[in-house]
Nanobody, 123 residues
Framework: QVQLVESGGGLVHPGDSLRLTCEAH????????MAWFRQKSGHEREFVAA????????SYRDSVRGRFTISKDSTKNMAYLQMNGLKPEDTALYSC????????????????WGPGIQVTVSS
């Protein structure tokens, strides 16, 4: 069983940066692949970024590549999403996901989910 807790969201202006943190609480020593998804108001959840359990092979959706960076600290069971050059269209509820086997862009492949944290980009 894994509990995920996100932090670091908030209200920022266009062009600003935010760093989201996902902390995984688990009693096992299993390392997990981790990902970030987001859901905009009135839209379906969409993939943002994913990273393998060892911090390698990050992947991104096209609209955030070059602006967002996903990373992972396995020693602390933490994953991060550094978001630079934020745009109003990045406004969404951002959720962290983890899975012991999958690290792709399909949300239905991830076993564990955090409650989500709001990011609002507005002038």
């Amino acid at each position: 069983q894994v509990q995920l807790v996100e932090s670091g969201g908030g209200l920022v202006h266009p062009g600003d940066s935010l760093r989201l943190t996902c902390e995984a609480h688990t009693r096992t020593s299993t390392d997990y692949h981790m990902a970030w998804f987001r859901q905009k108001s009135g839209h379906e959840r969409e993939f943002v970024a994913a990273i393998e359990w060892n911090g390698e092979r990050p992947s991104y959706r096209d609209s955030v590549r070059g602006r967002f960076t996903i990373s992972k600290d396995s020693t602390k069971n933490m994953a991060y999403l550094q978001m630079n050059g934020l745009k109003p269209e990045d406004t969404a509820l951002y959720s962290c996901a983890a899975d012991p086997w999958h690290h792709g862009s399909r949300g239905d492949e991830y076993m564990y989910w955090g409650p989500g944290i709001q990011v609002t980009v507005s002038s």
